[in-house]
Nanobody, 126 residues
Framework: QVQLVESGGGLVQAGGSLRLSCAAS????????MGWFRQAPGKEREFVAA?????????YYADSVKGRFTISRDNAKNTVYLQMNSLKPEDTAVYYC??????????????????WGQGTQVTVSS
């Protein structure tokens, strides 16, 4: 069992930056693939970014955030980060961290992930 706790959300003006953190419990964090998803009011949850443990390609991004967001992990701290730059009002959502025990075949699909955090709100004002 893995528990995930997100932090770092808040209110920011368009063009600003935020860094989200997701702290994970457990001693096997380094073995998990980690992902970030988001859900805006009235919309379905959507993929944002993923970082894979052992793969030729280690990071994945949604087209809408590519070049603006960066996912990274610090296995010594059991933490995954999402650096968000050049934020836009359409980035406003609750952001969720997720962990997959097995390397996902489709990192952008939420069903690949076994554990989820409670979410952190990101609001970007225009």
């Amino acid at each position: 069992q893995v528990q995930l706790v997100e932090s770092g959300g808040g209110l920011v003006q368009a063009g600003g930056s935020l860094r989200l953190s997701c702290a994970a419990s457990g001693r096997t964090f380094s073995r998990y693939a980690m992902g970030w998803f988001r859900q805006a009011p009235g919309k379905e949850r959507e993929f944002v970014a993923a970082i894979i443990v052992a793969a030729i390609r280690s990071t994945y991004y949604a087209d809408s955030v590519k070049g603006r967001f960066t996912i990274s992990r610090d296995n010594a701290k059991n933490t995954v980060y999402l650096q968000m730059n050049s934020l836009k009002p359409e980035d406003t959502a609750v952001y969720y961290c997720a962990a997959a025990a097995k390397t996902p075949s489709w990192p952008s699909h939420s069903y690949e992930y076994d554990f989820w955090g409670q979410g952190t709100q990101v609001t970007v004002s225009s």
